[in-house]
């Protein structure tokens, strides 16, 4: 390896598999911050934890380190969803999981993001993927150990749920959108009830609305146990112009100092001057009580949450491609008939008087155990054109087959 550089001398933000592509690739080299301060990564409950629910927090090889996390929750406008009909109590949003954005009161009041055009959007979806499909393997136990199913059948089974799920949130949904921001900021303005959003669009948007309004006009929350806390990590380019500098601008990142100015309110002794960051820091010591009393997200328990949630990669994670893809087609190429099967089925009593129009609505072009010859057409540029219009013409012959039998006198 040479140290012949870019330039450059750090990447920083971004999600850990980015980072993880350069490491392996030599770009990032070893920064040395384990050797200056080792006291931050020793004991059992270290000050830097190195992951947590199947995520990775910081390179064991020095060469990158999460510096704030990031999850990924429902935004909804308080008003909007008390004319849906729902209660809004002291500041509770009431949806508390993803499966409650499929509620009926909230046809055509959902806003979505296309995960197509961003990563983000698309490890949100992952990430109620994850949720679903292991509340599904929960409820099928007792048949896997009594040997009526095999682990296989059983993760088609969740697969299946999972994939309905969407569907349905997607049939509630109001508008579809190229831009993951663009769905908190319509909540704030009650254009929409409800949405998935990263964790600080969600909370900057709340505060920001909020204080000017006067009132709480939009709330943010993390479904319980429903999703990864990622980190955004910061890492040394080999050849970095100025290598001093840059480990001097790491060691001030993840010092006590520059944690606090990720999770302080502005204006706070020791936070931002004029804006809140609103990221949670990654310091375990940042969390104290009186931490708290200035943070923005004072109730943030990221390390609990991370701990609730088991990332399963090998059920999604060599997928992340045909997910976003997947999800591209059924819901947004497929989305006039997506709405008029979903509001059909609605109309005519819902899902549980409607038992023909949902197995047409529910199928799927695939198997959570095919999922493998799948990824591996979409890598081909002809197989990824084929599976493409395949997908599009079964979506639309299903949606129009379950419109069809759930209103079978409108046109």
Not at 242 to 247: K, L, M, Q, T
Not at 318 to 323: C, G, K, R, S
Not at 360 to 375: M, N, R, T, W
């Amino acid at each position: 390896h040479c140290d012949i550089g870019i330039g450059i001398d750090l990447f920083f933000g971004g999600g850990q598999y980015d980072f993880q592509q350069q490491a392996d690739a030599g770009i990032l080299v070893p920064c040395g911050l384990q050797e200056r301060h080792p006291e931050w990564f020793a004991g059992p409950e270290p000050i830097i934890p190195g992951g947590g629910g199947g995520e990775v927090w910081y390179d064991p090889r020095d060469r990158y380190y999460g510096v704030c996390f990031s999850s990924f929750g429902i935004c909804g406008n308080v008003t909007r969803l008390q004319q849906a009909g729902y209660t809004v109590a002291a500041g509770e949003l009431p949806l508390r999981s993803w499966a409650d954005l499929s509620d009926p009161r909230l046809f055509n009041a959902v806003g979505l993001a296309d995960p197509s055009k961003s990563g983000s959007i698309n490890k949100c979806f992952e990430m109620l993927i994850q949720r679903q499909m292991q509340d599904s393997m929960s409820a099928l136990q007792s048949q896997l150990a009594a040997g009526g199913l095999s682990t296989e059948q059983a993760l088609d089974r969740s697969w299946r749920d999972a994939i309905n799920l969407i569907k349905r949130i997607g049939g509630n949904a109001s508008y579809l959108t190229f831009s993951a921001s663009k769905v908190p900021m319509d909540t704030a303005m009650g254009q929409i009830a409800a949405g998935m959003c990263i964790d600080f669009y969600g909370r900057s948007q709340a505060e920001w609305v909020n204080s000017h309004q006067g009132e709480t006009v939009m709330l943010f929350r993390t479904p319980d146990a429903a999703s990864t806390v990622s980190a955004d990590p910061v890492g040394m380019l080999r050849g970095a112009p100025h290598p001093e500098r840059a480990r001097m601008f790491i060691d001030f990142l993840l010092s006590q100092e520059g944690q606090r100015l990720w999770g302080y309110r502005a204006g706070t002794p020791g936070g931002p001057e004029k804006y809140s960051l609103h990221r949670l820091p990654v310091r375990r010591d940042v969390y104290t009580p009186q931490d708290r009393l200035c943070m923005s997200a004072p109730e943030a328990e990221p390390f609990a949450l991370a701990a609730a949630f088991q990332y399963q990669g090998s059920w999604t994670g060599p997928l992340f491609d045909v997910m976003r893809i997947l999800i591209k087609v059924m819901v947004i190429d497929c989305e006039p008939e997506l709405r008029a099967a979903w509001k059909a089925i609605l109309d005519s009593g819902g899902p549980a008087a409607q038992a023909e129009a949902m197995a047409a609505f529910e199928a799927l072009p695939f198997e959570h155990s095919q999922s493998a010859q799948v990824a591996a057409a979409l890598r081909d540029s002809e197989g990824r054109t084929n599976t493409i219009r395949e997908w599009l013409l079964f979506f639309r012959r299903q949606f129009q087959q379950a419109r069809s039998l759930a209103a079978p006198s409108q046109p």
